[in-house]
């Protein structure tokens, strides 16, 4: 699968048989891998793989905040950081977290927070930690699905898991979890997130061009791929717990 190789993008985005150019039908979404724990120091941690994305996730909390002015008295804050490393795209990356990440940041806090019951820590935060090693288009969402499975992971109580995908438009035609080049190069891009334990919708942006057909059709490609990512997470977070299980019954924990 071509990861972005500086600006050029190629004039069509299927290929003759129909498929898109890294192989895939429009409804379907790149390989996914999660894991759950993954990183010994954090609270809770998890790491994905989508497509060509690879994803970090780190959480602690709730914990002390710093700097101190920043707590809420009535309420814990969650502050999420992220961050695209240097090496993660073809050009070199400013180091320095640029607006683009700042804003990425807002959006990934936004839209975890309403599966968490702030209220009930009240002085405190709780800090997610997310850092993109290699990103090829849709890190927001995959930031997102993996950000929650971290926050799950570090047993912070929430209402449910939160799903995100970016779905849009190449060529005229609706797709599913757009790829680095697609998102550049195609007409449409609507990342959106869903938490489960209401089933609305806790992220919803768009850039491009569409009507109001097609942005309901594309609701609904995204309705699909949800259920899809979703039965993945729950797969990473049952996985450490048999894995647990089975070396306690090894007598190998105790
Ligand atoms: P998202 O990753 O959520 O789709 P964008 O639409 O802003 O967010 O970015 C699309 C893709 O463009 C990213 O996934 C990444 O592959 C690439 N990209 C983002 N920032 C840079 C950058 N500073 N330099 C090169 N490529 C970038």
């Known amino acids: 699968m071509p990861l972005i190789i500086k600006d050029e993008y190629p004039e069509k985005l299927f290929r003759d048989d129909g498929k898109r150019l890294d192989g895939r039908d429009k409804d379907e979404l790149r390989p996914i891998k999660m894991e759950v724990g993954v990183l010994e120091n954090a609270d809770g941690s998890a790491y994905l793989e989508w497509g060509n994305n690879k994803i970090y996730a780190a959480v602690y909390g709730p914990r002390e905040v710093h700097p101190h002015h920043l707590a809420k008295p009535d309420r814990g804050i969650l502050r999420v950081f992220y ?24 959006v990934i806090s936004d839209c975890l927070k309403p599966v968490l ?64 080049i697609e998102d550049k190069a195609g007409e449409a891009d609507l990342p959106c997130a869903i938490t489960w334990f209401n089933e609305e919708l806790s992220l919803l942006q768009f850039d491009g061009e569409t009507d109001l057909e097609e942005f309901s059709k594309c609701l609904g490609l995204a309705k699909n791929a949800f259920s899809k990512i979703y039965e993945i997470q729950l797969d990473a977070l049952k996985k450490k717990y048999i894995e647990i299980q089975e070396e306690y019954s090894r007598g190998e924990k105790k």
């Open 117 to 180: 019951f702030l209220e009930l820590y009240p002085g405190t935060a709780f800090e997610v930690y997310i850092n993109v090693l290699d990103a090829d288009g849709g890190t927001r969402c995959a930031c997102i699905t993996v950000a929650a499975l971290a926050l799950a992971d570090a047993g912070v109580p929430m209402r449910s898991l939160v799903t995100a995908v970016a779905v849009g438009k190449i060529d005229g035609e609706l797709i599913t979890d757009l790829s680095g």
């Open 83 to 106: 961050r695209m490393a240097t090496f993660s795209v073809f050009e070199r990356k400013r180091p320095a977290p640029g607006r683009r990440e700042k804003e990425i940041s807002m």
